[in-house]
């Protein structure tokens, strides 16, 4: 085979790919302009879970949230970490079942340290 012909074999599909993303590009730039609007004043407003903003943005915010996210945490690790373990239970040796236990003590450090601080208590 002709290394001529090969190098337009190999060319003439990359061209034609070529071409095909610039007429892509420039179809997406112009339906991007075909549909402008004109929002009105309301959609252009902020919105905050529908109720107008108050306060300003750098205020501090209460420990409730973090506190939520330690409980979040504590239970989804324990639950994502002790199903498998449970399935596995009867294979493991006295080392891998104390060190599972110690795991256990530590999350139930959290959710104490949790129910201290209030976490628990909705209002």
Do not use: H
């Amino acid at each position: 085979m002709n290394p001529e012909f090969k190098t337009i074999f190999y060319i003439i599909p990359l061209g034609i790919c070529l071409i095909l993303l610039l007429i892509f590009i420039a179809s997406a730039f112009g339906y991007s302009r075909v549909g402008q609007s004109r929002p009105d004043p309301e959609k252009n407003s902020i919105y905050e879970c529908g109720f107008d903003p108050f306060g300003k943005i750098r205020t501090p915010f209460a420990i409730k949230f973090a506190l939520v996210g330690i409980l979040f945490m504590i239970f989804d690790i324990e639950i994502s970490l002790l199903i498998p373990w449970t399935i596995v239970f009867n294979q493991l040796d006295s080392f891998s079942t104390w060190i599972v236990y110690i795991f256990v003590l530590i999350l139930t450090i959290g959710l104490a340290y949790e129910w201290l601080k209030g976490g628990l208590e909705w209002e």
